[in-house]
């Protein structure tokens, strides 16, 4: 009997909403789970139009760019950039780029499951064609969502197209978050939401500062709030993809119940309770 290769994993980050750090979450994520498997995990930018991934790691202006892998103008082992810490990149062109229209992510994708453990797509907000064509390509995402009602609304969106077209969704992670106030509450985002909330990454002057510098803030101050944050969300990624091992996924999933899912989130209702309950 032929033994089956291995193939890596694709992790998507996904928000309909712009500015919830989706970047700075790939940029993070991938240099925290390289450190365990350096040369193995490689992040590629799939925002056509807007690239700026590169920019987390201190790539201004990258010889070779994702967009002439998509064009067809070069092979996709000669479009990665390897860092000093064991990161492997695709990064995008700074320079800008009318619309891509519709791209196919599949060959590209594919080469890069034959090398890499687990490979990270880094997204554009919207539902334009690039992000559905990212999407398609995915084996699980993240969510990206702050907790305001905005980003709320965008995580709802995503999670309703990425359910159509039958994507797994990993869960969610909260970002930017800084206990004030006018915030949604965790609790209440997790309840509305119907999906995991994995970590709270909060807003820490750290974050801007180390992309600055550029580099990830897990490797800038480890031990600043937003690093340590990340650095368990690495840990968590780890522990789900060993459970999906053959042997391990069959077992996990005899004993898997039935998840009752939480009513959808009517946006509106929400806003509308919460001022009459301001008002009392």
Known sequence: MALRKRRGVVLGVFSAKGGVGKTTTVANLGAALSQRKKGKVIIVETNMTASNLGLHLGMVDPPVTVQDLVFGRLKVEEGICKTDYGL???????????????????PIVEELRKKYDIIILDSAPGFAPEVLSAMRVCDEVLVCCQPQIPAIAGTLQSMRALEKMRIPILGVVLTRVTGKRYEVATSEIRRTLGWPTLVEIPEDDMVPESITRGLPVVLYAPTSPAAQQYLRLARMILAHLKARRPGRRAKAKKAKKKKKRAPAFDIWTYVYETRRRKKK
């Open 88 to 106: 492997h990149l695709l990064p995008g062109s700074i320079a800008f780029t009318t619309d891509v229209g519709s791209i196919d992510l599949t």
